[in-house]
């Protein structure tokens, strides 16, 4: 079956550092994806994982372990408008799918002053 | 400015009665998406489309239709079927031949009943 599981919900204060985690069982996989969700808006972008390593790209770095099914996105410096809810993708490996991507729930994040 | 439209951002419906939910790109993407979001559940895909003319259910199709009679146009139908349409919907397109490429989401449609 395909899941992937995130936290619910995380708190942390601002100008701290946070780590959300996210682990996958899919029947292939062809890179993760991370995306900031704010309330009633559309996910953005954020971070692209296909092989084994950290990506870093400004406050926020984005860590894979392909064997372990396991990735985490950081956050570092939290600023208030931080607060948003995170989602973790899989793209599944079967092009006949549609290359679609697999989500998690979604881990909301509140940053407190 | 190239960007995904979705419209309206807010939508009720009767019951019995179908809804049409609009999706418009200007991206040049080939792939187009449907996605429904439920607070506390992740993304989870309606229908897809490759190519104009063709489509592909995802994994909760049943009460939705599509279709892709233009590139830029993917077009969403709630009917009377889908017993609880109340969730916030996104539309989202990509490059399909491009497996890095991310997916680019318009601003999403409440969907609510009366």
């Known amino acids: 079956g395909q899941n992937i599981d995130q936290p619910t919900e995380m708190t942390a204060t601002e100008g701290a550092i946070v780590q959300i985690n996210c682990t996958y069982q899919t029947s292939g996989f062809n890179g993760l994806f991370w995306y900031q969700q704010h309330a009633g808006e559309a996910p953005t972008f954020l971070s692209y994982n296909v092989l084994d390593g950290l990506e870093e790209k400004g406050r926020f770095s984005s860590f894979l372990s392909r064997s372990k099914g396991y990735s985490y996105l950081l956050l570092k410096e939290l600023q208030m408008k931080d607060s948003a809810s995170y989602l973790c993708a899989v793209r599944d490996q079967n092009y006949n799918q549609g290359g679609k991507l697999i989500f998690g729930q979604g881990t909301e994040l509140s940053v407190k002053p | ?114």
């Open chain 2, 1 to 114: 400015d190239g960007g995904i439209t979705q419209s309206p951002k807010y939508l009720f419906r009767k019951e019995g009665q179908n809804v049409t939910l609009s999706c418009e790109q200007n991206l040049n993407h080939d792939a187009m998406y449907w996605y429904r979001q439920d607070p506390g559940q992740g993304l989870r895909l309606i229908y897809y489309s490759q190519i104009v003319n063709d489509f592909q259910k995802g994994d909760i199709a049943e009460g939705y239709s599509v279709s892709r009679e233009k590139k830029e146009s993917f077009p969403l139908t709630v009917t009377s079927a889908q017993k609880n349409p109340t969730a916030f919907y996104l539309c989202a397109s990509r490059i399909y031949w491009d497996a890095t490429s991310t997916l680019f989401f318009g601003s999403g449609t409440q969907l609510s009943v009366l």
